[in-house]
């Protein structure tokens, strides 16, 4: 028996190996299709998905028990229509940008093989999205499965990969684990063929990807909190906050999790919800459903995620009409002693009631605090200055106001980006904080053309060549000391100076300048004496106008000379240090 579980987990990490192979092959070849053929293959698995909606929602909920076929039905729609039709025009082939102004050149490239691992609430909708949006940016998938969904996952696989093929992308480009063991799992997030981890589950999966040495994406749970202030649309946010609880029984990270409400408006609230399916829990039963929903450990317990209210209740001990749609639970505060407040991942909510939105601020920020940071808060008020201070205050990176949390922060009801993959930055403990795009699954390969010439340090260019190039404002005394050593090794200094001697050489005992820098000069035609007032900046021109008028340059030590005009005064004896 041992062995036979030792042999299953050997086949589990080879198969793991078996598939990057394939994958990176096939990722080779793709990453050389055009934008046209690349749109192409996106397109049919598009299609192909949106024809196996229905399908594979059912095969979800056969497989999981989680949710309910509708909703898992709107997911995978959500991800073949909404999301493709934000990503279809998307460039991600060749030049994306040019900056003329900057004159810089953006180049997509793909990453390599994405290890796409799958979560069991939410599998065939996951799936599809973490397919596109990589297939979409040339990349090839490897997928690893829930174990609890693995069939409806291959399912949807196989399904996408037929499309993808028949549309022209080579065999393998996407790939889905048989038999989806810890070991294989972690195999396929740390081997060396794997470009980067697209990871969503609980805590602990997301932190193995952070850990495994290559790059990822994971993202956390939610915990969100929804805030009716005072000022909302009641009737509205109540319905918003008990259809986004409710939809697919709370499967989405992205679900309501807390209701809190101001005191002036609770008991409009209470009414609303009561309309809206909601049972109020008492005492007894808020410790009976606090024992069932969770666990030891302070997690949902997986034996309830998904599951309708009536059904919590029953195996909580009690009863409630068939028609409620969720529970709620009054509670006094937020942590240890109150189990409810924690992510539920079913129809249950947390209720609080504060005095005022500062109240409410400290209260949505205790949740965010027990789990759920950088994720996601759902805000009911048509106050645009109390708006303005939950942005600029609230821990969360998806704020949406007046709408669902559960599918307003997958960009369903919002203009958010459609995504199934929800960043929620630094104090999520995730590497980036927005919804995940084919953009994220891109390098941008950066071409940049010079704006400006180099200009060396002062050491450096007094070692240089004369002929440097000037950026700015020159350095006089530098140029000057660069003109003086040019004239010098040209013989010019020798000519003249104040007194009749170079500076660099000085008469001997009979009068005449025994420098080794001492050249007579000639001329093809003659040149008339200078008047021995020199100039501070000579150019081609000035040199061109003293030839022709057969006179000399006077220069001092400070003089500016173009290299072109150092270059013809040269070959005439122009220039004359004074």
Request: contains cysteine.
């Amino acid at each position: 028996m041992t062995t036979s579980l030792r042999d299953a987990d050997l086949l589990a990490i080879q198969e793991v190996r078996d598939l990057l192979a394939r994958a990176v092959e096939a990722q080779k070849t793709f990453a050389e299709f055009s934008q046209e053929k690349v749109d192409a293959v996106v397109a049919a698995m598009a299609r192909a998905a949106q024809d196996a909606a229905v399908s594979l929602a059912k095969a979800a909920h056969e497989e999981t028990g989680f949710g309910n076929v509708p909703d898992k039905t709107i997911k995978n729609q959500f991800c073949c229509i909404n999301l493709y039709e934000a990503i279809k025009d998307m460039k991600t082939v060749g030049i994306l940008r040019q900056d003329h102004e900057k004159k810089i050149w953006e180049v997509a490239s793909p990453l390599g093989v994405v290890a796409a691992v799958i979560p069991s609430t939410n599998p065939t909708s996951t799936t599809m999205f973490k397919a596109l949006i990589s297939v979409k940016a040339r990349n090839a998938v490897v997928i690893s499965p829930h174990p609890s969904a693995k069939h409806c996952i291959r399912e949807t696989t196989r399904i996408l990969g037929e499309a993808a093929r028949g549309a022209g992308a080579p065999d393998g480009i996407l790939g889905c684990l048989t038999n989806p063991t810890l070991e294989a799992t972690q195999e396929l997030m740390s081997h060396r063929r794997t470009a980067v981890i697209l990871a969503t589950g609980g805590h602990g999966l997301v932190k193995a990807a952070y850990s495994s040495g290559r790059p990822a994406f994971g993202v956390g749970p939610g915990n969100v909190p929804a805030y009716i202030e005072q000022t909302a649309n009641v009737a509205k946010a109540v319905r918003d906050v008990i259809n986004g609880k409710t939809f697919d029984y709370g499967t989405l990270c992205s679900s309501e999790q807390s209701l809190i409400c101001d005191e002036a408006v609770k008991e409009a609230v209470v009414e609303e919800c009561k309309r809206n399916g909601a049972y109020f829990l008492n005492d007894d039963e808020i410790a009976k459903v606090s024992r069932t929903v969770v666990t030891e450990k302070f997690t949902a317990n997986p034996m309830i995620v998904g599951k309708p209210a009536p059904y919590i209740a029953e195996q909580a001990g009690f009863h409630v009409p068939s028609t409620t749609r969720v529970l709620i639970a009054p509670l006094a505060g937020v942590g240890r002693k109150y189990p409810l407040s924690i992510e539920k991942l079913s129809p249950v909510l947390s209720f609080y009631v504060v005095k005022d939105w500062r109240e409410g601020c400290e209260r949505c920020v205790e949740v965010l605090n027990f789990g759920g940071l950088g994720h996601t808060l759902a805000l009911h008020c048509n106050d645009e200055s109390i708006i303005r201070e939950f942005a600029l205050r609230k821990p969360v990176f998806r704020l949406v106001v007046n709408t669902l949390a559960s599918i307003g922060a997958v960009g369903a009801t919002t203009g958010l980006f459609p995504s199934m993959t929800l960043g929620c930055g630094a104090p999520g403990g995730n590497i980036t904080s927005d919804n995940i795009s084919p953009m994220h699954l891109i390098n941008i390969r950066r071409v940049a053309f010079e704006l400006r010439e180099y200009q060396a340090s002062a050491a450096h260019r007094s070692q240089s060549s004369p002929v440097t190039a000037v950026v700015g404002n020159p350095d006089r005394e530098l140029i000057a000391s660069v003109i003086d050593r040019f004239l010098a090794s040209k013989g010019a200094l020798a000519v003249a100076s104040p007194g009749g001697h170079s500076p660099s050489s000085a008469p001997n005992s009979s009068g005449e300048i025994s420098s080794p820098e001492k050249k007579t000069f000639s001329s093809p035609h003659r040149i008339e004496p200078v008047d021995h007032h020199p100039v501070d900046f000579v150019s081609e021109a000035d040199v061109r106008r003293a030839i022709e008028s057969n006179e000399k340059i006077a220069i001092h030590g400070k003089t500016i000379i173009t290299p072109a005009a150092r270059d013809l005064a040269e070959s005439h004896d122009i220039l004359v240090r004074v």
